[in-house]
C-alpha cells in the first residue's frame, strides 16, 4: 500500500509529498520499491523491514507514480492496491501490469518559487503555475511592469501547466496570478515575492555536440594484442584507434566524446570493471589515455567518461577476497551479501573448469549464488551504497580520472543508485556528470545530476518518428511536459536516437534514411544536447534484436558508407555548433498539427525556424506570419532558416545548403 505523509516545501519542486510505501513480509531476504520514478530498477529505494512488513519512505513531486516491488528479485504489483494497469515504455523495452499511485494535495492551483515554477535562463525568466486537469480556461501573470498571459504549456494525467516568459533576468520580483475557471469564476494567487531560480551547472556541454563511442567496436590501433577470455566477443578497438581517427571526428563537426567504461574487465562493453584506477590493457592501458586527452585538448574536445557504481565485477578484489573470506572479509560490507559462502564450492568447481567461457558463463548462470547483483546476472555483484566507504571510493575514482584530463562522468544504472549518494559524489567532484535514468528523471536532476540520459525524450522520438503512435500535437504535448517537469534542466539533458543499449534508429524505422534524418533535424535543433552514437553517420546497421544489437563494428572502408547520409549529419552539427539560438534559445512552437512540426528558437537577435514534415505526402501549411504564410514540405523533409544558413533537404540526393 502506499501512504501519504503530508507535504513539505522543495527547492525543486515547490513542493514534495511523503510517501511510504509497504507490503506484507513473507520470508524474502530483501526488497526494493521500483517505479517510474527508477526506471522499475532494483537498488536505489530499500526497504527495511518493520514489524510484519516491509517499509520505506520517499520524497515525490505530485502527480501519477507507477509502482511495485522487487522481494528477493521477484517483481511484485503492489497486492493491496487494487487500482493496476498496463505501463509502457517502449524507450526501454518495459512494459508489465503495475500498481498506481496518485500522489496529489487538494488544491486547485498551486505554485511555489523553486526550479521548476520560477527559474531564469540565459536571457529570460520562466514562471509556471499548475491547476487541476479542465480546472482553468485562461490565467495572467501580474507582474512589475504589467499583465501578461499565460499560455497552456502541457497536460499530465492530473495537472494542467501554464507558462509566461518574461525577457531578461532578475535579482527579485513581486508577481501574482489571475484565473477564470472553467465554471466562469475569477480567482487570485499571491502576492509572490522571490529571486528566481537559477540551475547551477557548467556551460561548456551547452555549446557540445556528443560522439558516442564503444571503443571495442570503433577502430584498432594496436595490432596485436591479449584479449581476456574468447576473442568472439571482442572486435579488438582501443584507444589508439580513436586518435588515428580524430580526423574523421573533427570533420564531423562534434566537439566531445563519451566513452563506454575504458577499465580493466572481463568483457568487450566494460561494465564489469576489475581495476577502476587503470585502463585496460587491450585498449592500450594508461599511456593510451594519455595520448587521447591529448589529441582531444589539441583539437579543442571534451571527455567524458562512463562511470559504473551500481556494480562491480565479480572478479574485482574486493570481491574476490569476499568470496575466499566469506563472513571474516574486510569487504563484506563493501557489497549485499545475502548469506555465506557467498557462492558454494559446486560454483568455485564449474568457475575452474577449463571450458569455453560462454559454455561455463551460461552454466554458472543456471546455479545459486548469495548476494545481489545487477539485473540476476552473477558477474556484476552490487555495492552497498549505505555504505560510507563505497561513496568514498567512488567520489575517489571520479576524482582520480577527472585529474587526469577527463571533464565529466556519465554514471551507469544512475537510478539503480540512491540519489543521496549521488547529491554527496557531486560535492566533492567538480564537472559536468549526466547519469543513466531510463524513465522519469525528476528525482535524479538539479541538486542530483545536472542532466540525465534523456529517455522521456527518446520515448516520445520514437512513438512519433519511429512509430507514428502519436500525432504533432501530442507530440508537443509531450516536450512541453518534460519542460514542465524539468525546467532548467532540460537544456543539460543528453539527447539522443540511439545509444548502446539500444537499436539503431536506423534500424527502426526500417531503413528509411528520409525519416531517420527528420528525427536527426529535430535532435539538432531542439534543446537539450544532441549526440550521435558511433556509425550512425555513415548509416551503420544494427545486428539481431535487442538492447545490444546495434553494438555493430564502425566501419573504416569508405566505399560502405552512405555519404550522403554523412554530408546532411555535417551540415545539421555545423548548423547546431554555429547557432547560440539552437543551443540555448527559446523554444517557440509554430504549427503542430497532423504529421507537421514546425517551431522557433529564438535567442535576442537570433531567430531559426524548424520545420519537418515525417510523413509519407507532400503538404503545403499556413504558417501565419512565420516565414511568409505559406509553406510546402515534400515528404519525409525538412527545412532549417537561420540568419545566416537555410538548409532544406528532400532526398540525399537533394539537399540544399545556403549561405
Not at 507582474?143 to 531578461?168: N, T
Not at 527545412?639 to 539537399?655: A, F, Q
Amino acid at each position: 500500500m502506499y501512504k501519504i505523509f503530508g507535504f513539505e516545501p522543495d527547492e525543486r519542486f515547490g513542493r514534495a509529498a511523503i510517501v511510504e510505501f509497504s507490503l506484507p513480509r513473507e520470508g524474502e531476504s530483501y526488497a526494493y520499491l521500483l517505479g517510474s520514478f527508477n526506471a522499475f530498477n532494483e537498488g536505489s529505494f530499500r526497504m527495511t523491514p518493520d514489524g510484519g512488513r516491509w517499509k520505506v519512505r520517499i520524497a515525490l513531486p505530485e502527480g501519477l507514480w507507477h509502482y511495485g516491488f522487487s522481494l528477493g528479485g521477484n517483481f511484485t504489483p503492489d497486492p493491496e492496491n487494487p487500482r493496476v494497469e498496463t505501463y509502457r515504455r517502449p524507450a526501454y523495452r518495459f512494459g508489465r501490469r503495475v500498481s498506481v499511485a496518485e500522489v496529489a494535495g487538494a488544491e486547485e492551483l498551486f505554485h511555489r518559487p523553486s526550479l521548476t515554477y520560477l527559474y531564469s535562463f540565459v536571457d529570460r525568466t520562466h514562471v509556471l503555475l499548475r491547476a487541476r486537469r479542465g480546472f482553468l480556461s485562461s490565467a495572467s501573470l501580474h507582474i512589475g511592469y504589467g499583465e501578461v498571459d499565460m499560455s497552456l504549456k502541457a497536460r499530465d494525467s492530473l495537472f494542467e501547466y501554464w507558462e509566461a516568459v518574461v525577457p531578461g533576468r532578475s535579482n527579485e520580483i513581486e508577481y501574482s496570478f489571475s484565473v477564470e475557471t472553467n465554471s466562469g469564476a475569477r480567482e487570485t494567487l499571491g502576492p509572490f515575492k522571490a529571486v528566481p531560480r537559477e540551475l547551477e551547472a557548467p556551460d561548456w556541454p551547452l555549446g557540445s555536440v556528443f560522439y558516442q563511442i564503444m571503443p571495442d567496436r570503433f577502430a584498432v590501433g594496436i595490432r596485436e594484442k591479449e584479449l581476456p577470455l574468447e576473442g568472439e566477443f571482442f572486435h579488438g578497438g582501443d584507444l589508439k584507434g580513436i586518435v588515428e581517427h580524430m580526423d574523421h571526428l573533427e570533420s564531423l563537426g562534434v566537439n566531445a566524446l563519451y566513452l563506454t567504461p575504458i577499465f580493466e574487465s572481463m568483457t568487450y562493453h566494460g561494465y564489469d570493471i576489475i581495476d577502476y584506477y587503470h585502463v585496460a590493457e587491450r585498449l592500450g592501458g594508461d599511456e593510451a589515455f594519455r595520448e587521447l586527452v591529448e589529441a582531444l585538448r589539441e583539437r579543442g574536445m571534451k571527455l567524458v567518461l562512463d562511470g559504473v557504481f551500481h556494480h562491480t565485477s565479480f572478479f574485482h578484489p574486493y570481491f574476490q577476497d569476499l568470496v575466499k573470506e566469506g563472513e571474516k572479509s574486510r569487504w563484506k560490507n563493501f557489497y549485499r551479501p545475502l548469506d555465506f559462502p557467498v557462492v558454494d564450492p559446486e560454483f568455485l568447481k564449474l568457475l575452474g573448469k577449463d571450458m569455453p567461457w560462454r559454455e561455463k558463463y551460461r552454466s554458472l548462470k543456471e546455479l545459486d549464488w548469495n548476494y545481489e547483483t545487477f539485473f540476476s546476472v552473477w558477474l556484476m555483484p552490487r555495492l552497498n551504497h549505505e555504505n560510507p566507504e563505497v561513496v568514498d571510493f567512488i567520489a575517489d575514482v571520479m576524482r582520480f580520472w577527472l585529474e587526469r584530463g577527463a571533464d565529466g562522468w556519465r554514471l551507469d544504472v544512475a537510478h539503480g543508485v540512491p540519489p543521496e549518494v549521488w547529491r554527496e559524489v557531486r560535492k566533492r567532484t567538480r564537472a559536468y556528470l549526466f547519469g543513466e535514468v531510463m524513465d522519469d528523471g525528476r528525482l535524479w536532476l538539479f541538486d542530483v545530476f545536472h542532466g540525465i540520459m534523456n529517455y522521456l525524450l527518446y520515448d516520445a522520438i520514437l512513438r512519433f518518428f519511429a512509430f507514428e503512435e502519436i500525432d504533432a500535437r501530442e507530440f508537443l504535448n509531450e516536450l512541453n511536459l518534460l519542460s514542465a517537469y524539468y525546467g532548467p534542466a532540460e537544456h543539460f539533458t543528453y539527447n539522443f536516437l540511439d545509444n548502446h543499449d539500444t537499436e539503431r534508429f536506423l534500424d527502426l524505422v526500417g531503413g528509411d534514411k528520409k525519416r531517420y534524418l527528420c528525427a536527426m533535424a529535430f535532435l539538432m535543433t531542439y534543446k537539450g544536447i544532441p549526440s550521435i552514437f558511433y556509425g550512425d553517420e555513415v548509416g551503420l546497421r544494427g545486428s539481431g534484436d535487442g538492447m545490444s544489437s546495434g553494438r555493430t563494428p564502425m566501419p573504416w572502408k569508405e566505399e560502405a558508407w552512405d555519404t550522403g547520409l554523412l554530408e546532411v549529419t555535417k551540415s545539421l552539427i555545423r548548423l547546431r555548433r554555429e547557432s547560440k539560438a539552437l543551443q540555448v534559445g527559446l523554444f517557440r512552437p509554430v504549427y503542430f498539427e497532423g504529421n507537421i512540426v514546425a517551431y522557433e528558437r529564438v535567442l535576442e537577435g537570433e531567430r531559426v525556424f524548424v520545420a519537418i514534415n515525417r510523413g509519407s505526402k507532400s503538404v503545403k501549411v499556413n504558417l501565419g506570419p512565420v516565414n511568409d504564410g505559406n509553406l510546402s514540405l515534400e515528404a519525409s523533409s525538412f527545412v532549417i532558416i537561420g540568419p545566416t544558413r537555410k538548409l532544406r533537404y528532400l532526398d540525399l540526393n537533394d539537399t540544399h545548403e545556403h549561405l
